[in-house]
T-cell receptor
Framework: SQKIEQNSEALNIQEGKTATLTCNYT??????LQWYRQDPGRGPVFLLL?????KEKRKERLKVTFDTTLKQSLFHITASQPADSATYLC??????????????FGQGTELSVKP | EPEVTQTPSHQVTQMGQEVILRCVPI?????FYWYRQILGQKVEFLVS????????KSEIFDDQFSVERPDGSNFTLKIRSTKLEDSAMYFC????????????FGPGTRLTVT
């Protein structure tokens, strides 16, 4: 069955450093991958989407890579700030030929940026 | 900036009771979704809805669940006879298109079944 794994341990880094979060998947060939941010008690907030034919995508301090050979996506936040502290979720389309728009989420990685 | 809204923010109900969770998706969006998140667990897909019918549903979305778009703005999730294990955050989401589109989530309704 399809499986998505993110770093289960919380990531603690110092302000100004680059945070790198990992999303691995198995038994799966997604057409695209998305990253969301979730704050406690709140709904996920869309950050970036990358398609299977794209290697890298950037938006301001955020960068996502997508390696379909390794079945892995890396999510980077450069010049991190305490306001970046949140849980970051990786999400894949439900199936390669998905017709219903279903997203399958990883369990998320909690990021804590210390001043 | 347009956003998805949900009501109520918190619903407490007794086991066996019916609940209706309400959502107002972003106005020009055509696709609507419900997800749930049990405390400490992953966000799980329940159902997607387009053109007044269900596009896809998960195994969780059994006969106890139903969705409806009763008018041009609201999108509802009904649970007919709640169980203790239905306690979770329920998120509504919408997207402008279907494939390869980001989804915009509401703030969620926390459902507590006692």
């Amino acid at each position: 069955s399809q499986k998505i794994e993110q770093n289960s341990e919380a990531l603690n880094i110092q302000e100004g450093k680059t945070a790198t979060l990992t999303c691995n998947y198995t038994n799966y060939s997604p057409a695209y991958l998305q990253w969301y941010r979730q704050d406690p008690g709140r709904g996920p907030v869309f950050l970036l989407l990358i398609r299977e034919n794209e290697k890298e995508k950037r938006k301001e301090r955020l960068k996502v890579t997508f390696d379909t050979t390794l079945k892995q996506s890396l999510f980077h936040i450069t010049a991190s700030q305490p306001a970046d502290s949140a849980t970051y979720l990786c999400a894949l389309d439900g199936q390669g030929d998905n017709q219903g728009g279903k997203l399958i989420f990883g369990q998320g990685t909690e990021l804590s940026v210390k001043p | 900036e347009p956003e998805v809204t949900q009501t109520p923010s918190h619903q407490v109900t007794q086991m066996g009771q019916e609940v209706i969770l309400r959502c107002v998706p972003i106005s020009n969006h055509l696709y609507f979704y419900w997800y749930r998140q049990i405390l400490g667990q992953k966000v799980e897909f329940l159902v997607s809805f387009y053109n007044n019918e269900i596009s896809e549903k998960s195994e969780i979305f059994d006969d106890q669940f139903s969705v409806e778009r009763p008018d041009g703005s609201n999108f509802t999730l009904k649970i007919r006879s709640t169980k203790l294990e239905d306690s979770a955050m329920y998120f509504c989401a919408s997207s402008e298109g279907l494939r390869v589109e980001e989804q915009y989530f509401g703030p969620g309704t926390r459902l507590t079944v006692t």
